[in-house]
């Protein structure tokens, strides 16, 4: 239900402003992939609170925070808004702070998040970041691959206008 749903989200956000991986993972199962729009697909418990605890918190400082706002959940999937935001303690951009919203979708299995993805405007977060132009259009083509890559934008492109998913 969605009261369970948003349980599961509160604790997987508090997990992560905590920086503690193994806590963060057992939100999930144990066969799950996440899809962080920075560090790419993470999948398993020991893969995802690898990505938690060495790769973002290792560039996210001790402020960071994370809160979902107006959870959806029907029994399967589940939608939430977030807020994000930290300091940067990535060597070019440290001591710059970001805030960031987004959307997360979860599939929900056994009570835990079998796959997690988000989509957020990332160009906003590389302007408070204050990153060179060059390397924004880098990594912007390296997002547009990512999603032309992915298989529902391929079924959705290859479908006719007009037409929807059966």
């Given at each position: 239900n969605t009261q369970e749903f948003t349980a599961l989200i509160d604790e997987?956000?508090?997990?992560?402003?905590?920086?503690?991986?193994?806590r963060f993972a057992r939100c999930f199962t144990e066969d799950a992939?996440?899809?962080?729009?920075?560090?790419?697909?993470?999948?398993?418990?020991?893969?995802?609170?690898?990505m938690l605890q060495d790769l973002f918190r290792r560039d996210a400082g001790?402020?960071?925070?994370?809160?979902?706002?107006?959870?959806?959940?029907d029994g399967r999937m589940g939608y939430a808004w977030s807020?994000?935001?930290?300091?940067?303690?990535?060597?070019?951009?440290?001591?710059?702070?970001?805030?960031?919203?987004?959307m997360s979708r979860f599939i929900?299995?056994?009570?835990?998040?079998?796959?997690?993805?988000?989509?957020v405007n990332g160009g906003?977060?590389?302007?408070?970041?204050?990153?060179?132009?060059?390397?924004?259009?880098?990594?912007f083509r390296k997002w547009g691959g990512w999603l032309e890559a992915r298989p529902e934008t391929q079924d959705?492109?290859?479908?006719?206008?007009g037409t929807r998913r059966g």
């Open positions: 997987m956000t508090l997990a992560a402003e905590a920086a503690d991986g193994e992939i996440y899809y962080d729009y920075i560090y790419g697909a993470h999948q398993g418990r020991k893969d995802i609170a690898h001790d402020d960071y925070r994370w809160e979902m706002f107006d959870p959806v959940f807020l994000s935001s930290f300091t940067s303690l990535v060597p070019q951009f440290k001591g710059n702070f970001v805030v960031i919203d987004g929900i299995r056994d009570g835990l998040i079998a796959e997690y993805r988000e989509s906003v977060a590389m302007t408070q970041l204050c990153v060179q132009p060059e390397r924004m259009a880098k990594v959705y492109l290859t479908r006719g206008k």
